[in-house]
């Protein structure tokens, strides 16, 4: 089955970009959703189709999906942005949806 | 804007079956896949299967024996069955609507249900 790895941490000093990686076997030839999640809260997509962001997520949030990795950037963190963030594809060969194991971003 | 609601019991005994319903408002069922996707306390999201309006599904091999996933067309919901459930079946559980951005893929989930907490215990 295919994996999606994720470090299980990041931190980041406000101010500064965050950038969570997203591993996976050419998993640049897969979308990737990125979702961030609050505690208490249900999952929200920030990032889907590797680089595109739904309407009202700010554009400090980017993707970019290449090779091995796929990347969730957050420019100028915020306080608010401390979250958990889980990225998310479709395996299209096996029918399966996989998300990684999840990144608590940490602003410092 | 569209809205997902899920509903069911809050408490399962163990071996029996875990039963959840996701109401659909402010917009129709049809045209769309959903998704059930839970997470144990303290741990990641777990994906359970999708369900298509037309009624084909696709189930998380590790589960694929217990789950059954349904829609109710007429009444805009979809539901979720977990058989022989155990205290590792103990989660969050969410619906979820898939984009459908991307014709013959599954999209990226755009709307969410707050979540249902289910406890398996006797």
């Known amino acids: 089955s295919y994996v999606l790895t994720q470090p299980p941490s990041v931190s980041v000093a406000p101010g500064q970009t965050a950038r969570i990686t997203c591993g996976g076997n050419n998993i640049g030839s897969k979308s990737v959703h990125w979702y961030q999640q609050k505690p208490g809260q249900a999952p929200v997509l920030v990032v889907y189709?590797?680089?595109d962001r739904p309407s009202g997520i700010p554009e400090r949030f980017s993707g970019s999906n290449s090779g091995n990795t796929a990347t969730l950037t957050i420019s100028r963190v915020e306080a608010g942005d401390e979250a958990d963030y889980y990225c998310?594809?479709?395996?299209?060969?096996?029918?399966?949806?996989?998300f990684g194991g999840g990144t608590k971003l940490t602003v410092l | 804007q569209v809205q997902l609601q899920e509903s069911g019991p809050g408490l399962v005994k163990p071996s029996e079956t875990l039963s959840l319903t996701c109401t659909v408002s402010?917009?129709?069922?049809?045209?769309?896949?959903w998704s059930w996707i839970r997470q144990p306390p303290g741990k990641g999201l777990e994906w359970i299967g999708y369900?298509?309006?037309?009624?084909?599904?696709n189930y998380n091999p590790s589960l694929k024996s217990r789950v059954t996933i349904s829609v109710d067309t007429s009444k805009n919901q979809f539901s979720l069955k977990l058989s022989s459930v155990t205290a590792a079946d103990t989660a969050v559980y969410y619906c979820?609507?898939?984009?459908?951005?991307?014709?013959?893929?599954?999209?990226?989930?755009?709307?969410w249900g707050q979540g249902t907490t289910v406890t398996v215990s006797s």
């Open positions: 189709d590797d680089s």
């Open positions: 998310q594809v479709w395996d299209s060969s096996s029918d399966l949806l996989v």
């Open positions: 402010g917009g129709s069922i049809s045209s769309y896949y």
């Open positions: 979820a609507r898939h984009r459908d951005d991307i014709v013959g893929a599954l999209g990226g989930m755009d709307v």
């Open positions: 369900i298509y309006y037309s009624g084909s599904t």
